[in-house]
């Protein structure tokens, strides 16, 4: 069972990578202070950085291995770091000359939490930072030095995670309006040919019994509309046959989107090759019987030619399907165009 939402993090992969970072990157820190520090270490100090290395390294590897959905199940990033203030925590307390060391470690956790969580937890984690720095610095220092530090210290936590938390969420709402317009077309909020790729592939594998079919639909003489009437016209006309369509597809069982141009396309999971030149042929009669409006009232009557073709019986993947339904809005066009042609 997952988690709620506001326990996972913004990204499963990249919070895996950092976590593991984190603590990959501790037990380096670890192992260059044991080197490198210039007093041995106190009885059994040696045996608790052993311990420690080795529980960092474990949490690193596993971070990297385990897939990110298992992490989310066990609540690993949430859990992970509170464990590891508590171990800072005890170490910092245990050895209190050293407390210099303890406040980049706790700034690691904020840092962390704040780029990678949701931002309520965030702020509950960071708080808990807080609290774990100040107690730390009450127990190892004078009450006065202690204070100045404390406010110092917090301060600092706080806004770093404070203007983390912002920056992210900030980004998070620049994607999501990025992709927002790269599956929507600006124009005719249909949806775009990537999103009806992904779809039509989708519908591919699916196998139903009564296959997939894939409607091309263009409008007729749409250079002589811009050249007449001017490209905002052009634009209106899209906009027309794009609400046309909705009125006539029911969106549950169709994609409706537009591949370029004047070029839309309805893609219909689970048709039949006879119903679908039957829903073609009430597309073309429903675009005839609805003239576009034009600004000074008169009326600009549209058609369109619509090319069929039917995954498996005209075609298995992708690009054939769209060759065979292009073949046959070619034939359609030919043929006098405002019209509909099944491919052959």
């Known amino acids: 069972m997952r988690p709620p939402p506001i326990l996972r993090p913004r990204d499963e992969v990249f919070a895996a990578r950092a976590l593991a970072a984190m603590f990959l990157g501790s037990a380096l820190l670890l192992v260059t202070y044991v080197l490198v520090q210039p007093e041995p270490l106190p009885e059994g100090g040696l045996a608790i950085a052993g311990g420690l290395l080795a529980g960092l390294v474990v949490c690193g590897v596993a971070l990297i291995t385990v897939p990110g959905a298992v992490l989310t199940r066990l609540c690993v990033w949430v859990v992970l770091p509170v464990a590891g203030l508590g171990v800072i925590s005890t170490v910092a307390v245990s050895m209190p000359e050293r407390l ?33 720095d100040v107690t730390v610095l009450a127990l190892v220092e004078p009450p006065a030095e202690a204070l100045v530090d404390a406010v110092f210290i917090g301060m600092v936590h706080a806004a770093t995670a404070g203007l983390l ?5 900030r980004v998070e709402r620049l994607v999501g309006a990025l992709e927002r317009q790269a599956a929507v077309d600006g124009l005719t909020g249909l949806v775009t040919r990537r999103v009806l790729d992904d779809a039509l592939t989708g519908a591919l594998s699916a196998s139903t019994p009564e296959g997939t079919a894939l409607l091309l639909v263009d409008v007729d003489t749409f250079k002589t509309i811009n050249d007449v009437h001017g490209h905002p016209v052009g634009d209106d006309a899209l906009v027309h046959l794009a609400g ?28 039949s090759p006879a119903t679908a030149a ?28 619509v090319g069929i073709a039917h995954a498996p019986q005209h075609a298995t993947e992708l690009r054939s399907l769209y060759a065979a339904a292009d073949g046959a809005l070619y034939e359609a066009k030919r043929a006098g165009r405002d019209r509909a042609v099944l491919a052959s």
């Open 100 to 132: 210099d060391l303890a406040h980049p470690l706790f700034g690691l956790v904020i840092l962390y939490t704040a780029s990678q969580l949701r931002a309520p937890v965030a702020a509950v984690v960071t708080a808990l930072t807080i609290g774990c």
């Open 165 to 169: 938390v912002l920056v992210k969420n």
């Open 244 to 271: 046309v369509l909705r009125r006539h597809v029911r969106p549950e069982d169709a994609v409706l989107g537009r591949l370029g141009g004047d070029e839309l396309a309805v893609l219909l999971p689970g048709c």
């Open 278 to 305: 039957e829903r073609a042929e009430q597309l073309v009669t429903a675009v005839r019987a609805t003239p576009l409006q034009l600004a000074g009232g008169t009326l600009l009557t549209l058609s369109v030619s």
